[in-house]
């Protein structure tokens, strides 16, 4: 049983397209997250939700959307894609302070 | 807001010896304190963590770590590391009630035959 999981692992495109990618945990966690990954393997969050509500919105461009359709799905949609977007996402679930649980990551290239 | 710091961005170490690698946290409220490993091509995987109790935190595949309060330290303890162990380490920090979760630049972590 996947505890978290995204769609699609690997997603090339090009620059300019809008993209999306899909998150989904059944742990029943209240809270989940995106985090990018660079190429030097600094993991920074972009995003936090907290029962469909949105808590941390860190320093990300708003071509980046998050949409929670409810607490067990957290879809990041990207538009008009850079060559800087290309990276790791990571989603991620947690419960009350408890340890965070990642999903396999989504590599994204921009050409 | 809290902040981690992992001093040591790379650790090579002699197969069988003793590992530690290095995390400090800085915190305005009382925090969980994590650490993960992400082995090549993967994702993150749940080492340890502290939530209270003991300081001394043991985990998966021998490693340990110590939750130090006076030095803000949360350093991950190996005493004999092996090839399977080389691998990115992070150490990460969040609030008590789990809604910021925030991680260290990583340490990475070679086993030298």
């Known amino acids: 049983d996947t505890a978290v999981s995204q769609t699609p692992k690997y997603l090339v495109t090009q620059m300019g397209n809008d993209k999306s990618i899909k998150c989904e945990q059944n742990?029943?966690?209240?809270?989940m997250y995106w985090y990018k990954q660079d190429s030097k393997k600094f993991l920074k969050i972009m995003f936090s939700?907290?029962?469909?509500?949105?808590?941390i919105n860190e320093t990300v461009p708003n071509r980046f959307s998050p949409k929670s359709p409810d607490k067990a799905h957290l879809n990041l949609h990207i538009n008009s894609l850079e060559l800087g977007d290309s990276a790791v996402y990571f989603c991620?679930?947690?419960?009350?302070?408890?340890?965070?649980?990642f999903g396999p990551g989504t590599r994204l290239t921009v050409l | 807001a809290q902040s981690v710091t992992q001093l040591d961005s790379q650790v090579p170490v002699f197969e069988e010896a003793p590992v530690e690698l290095r995390c400090n946290y800085s915190?305005?409220?009382?925090?969980?304190l994590f650490w993960y490993v992400q082995y090549p091509n993967q994702g993150l995987q749940l080492l340890l963590k502290?939530?209270?109790?003991?300081?001394l935190v043991k985990g998966i595949n021998g490693f340990e770590a110590e939750f130090n309060k006076s030095q803000t330290s949360f350093h991950l303890r190996k005493p004999s590391v092996h090839i399977s162990d080389t691998a990115e380490y992070f150490c990460?920090?969040?609030?008590?009630?789990?809604?910021?979760?925030?991680f260290g630049t990583g340490t990475s972590l070679t086993v030298i035959p």
């Open positions: 991620a679930s947690s419960q009350g302070g408890g340890a965070c649980f």
């Open positions: 742990l029943g966690h209240d809270t």
């Open positions: 939700y907290n029962n469909k509500e949105l808590i």
């Open positions: 915190s305005s409220v009382s925090v969980y």
């Open positions: 502290y939530l209270s109790g003991s300081t």
């Open positions: 990460a920090v969040s609030d008590r009630a789990g809604n910021q979760f925030y």
